[in-house]
């Protein structure tokens, strides 16, 4: 019998996101600079007579509505063999907060089964099943930065980037669901933000980063879900007022927040913030990009 696996789960922030006309499916196509961060959920898988996922942080199903749990149930039928495993999930991401917490967990365990099971499918062969899963799942599974495009299915990886000092805050008020802050964006605006455009910023935001001009790279932070979570959350433009005066270069809201994000020119910057914010009463960590792509520790 394999033995356990340990693996880890990174967040993920949306730094540029943009949102174009949803397609007659009803998914909305993205162009977005997506990045993994240090901030992560531990997923362990073991041997057990049936499914099971066992999850830390109150609120968060465990059952057929944890997308750990579904993970499981569809690559044990794609690949034809019982899910009999235990899934433990040890919950540091906040959740529901834009930060890709559930689907980060779902790309955990396919790659930690496709090992466990010893499959030995290929990346884009999972990536299939996990769009399935959910939009942010094929990106969770490869990790580090990319381009992301069409509804989450396009990644374009980027690599060689320089380390950025981040402050990542949640407020404690509960958050509005992603699906209502989409249906609200739709309901604001005559029509999508036009993504040939949208990919020629992100562009100018790769090309800061690269030249490593990061006053640049923070200025060119957007996302058009901002002003719908801004408006569901007015304790967001406290906090965004409050980064930006702490010297933060560029602040964005993450997905459909309320995670919020703020690129402070050095570490102790960064960990000042953070300690500021979490005194005033918000989830707070200083964290870095992730390079590494996700997967398994020891
Ligand atoms: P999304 O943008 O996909 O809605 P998010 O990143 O904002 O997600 P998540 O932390 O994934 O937020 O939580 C969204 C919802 O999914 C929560 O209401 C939660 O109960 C449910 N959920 C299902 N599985 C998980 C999981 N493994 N971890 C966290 N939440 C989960």
Redesign the pocket.
């Known amino acids: 019998m394999p033995q356990p696996l340990r693996l880890s789960a990174p967040a993920k922030v949306n730094l540029c996101l943009a949102v174009g006309d949803p397609r007659p499916d009803g998914y909305h196509p993205l162009v977005s600079l997506a990045a993994a961060i240090t901030l992560e959920d531990r997923v362990t898988i073991e041997a057990a007579p049936r499914l099971q996922v066992l999850?830390s942080a109150a609120?968060?199903?465990e059952g057929e509505?944890?997308?750990?749990y579904r993970a499981a149930r569809l690559l044990a039928a794609a690949a034809g063999r019982e899910p009999a495993v235990r899934i433990r999930?040890e919950?540091r991401?906040p959740?529901?907060?834009?930060?890709?917490?559930?689907?980060t967990?779902a790309a955990a365990v396919l790659l930690g089964l496709n090992r466990f099971w010893a499959l030995n499918w290929s990346l884009p062969r999972l990536a299939e099943l996990a769009l399935r899963l959910?939009a942010?799942v094929p990106f969770c599974l490869q990790g580090g930065v990319a381009l992301m495009e069409g509804v989450g299915e396009r990644l374009t990886p980027l690599q060689g980037l320089s380390p950025l000092h981040l402050v990542l805050a949640v407020p404690p008020e509960a958050p509005i669901?992603?699906a209502a802050a989409y249906r609200e964006l739709d309901r604001q605006r005559v029509r999508g933000t036009d993504l040939d455009q949208a990919r020629v910023r992100v562009g100018a935001a790769v090309e800061a980063w690269r030249a490593g001009d990061l006053a640049a790279l923070g200025r060119a932070f957007f996302n058009d879900l901002e002003p719908v979570a801004r408006r569901a959350q007015p304790v967001l433009n406290g906090l965004i007022g409050r980064m930006h005066g702490a010297g933060a270069l560029g602040v964005v809201v993450s997905?459909?927040g309320p995670a919020t994000v703020a690129l402070c020119p050095e570490p102790t910057r960064a960990q000042d913030l953070a300690r500021e914010l979490a005194a005033a009463g918000f989830w707070a960590e200083a964290v870095q990009i992730r390079s590494l792509p996700p997967g398994r520790f020891d």
């Open positions: 999850c609120g968060v199903p509505a944890n997308l750990a999930i919950k991401i959740v529901a907060a834009g930060l890709a917490g559930g689907s967990d959910g942010d669901s992603t997905g459909s």
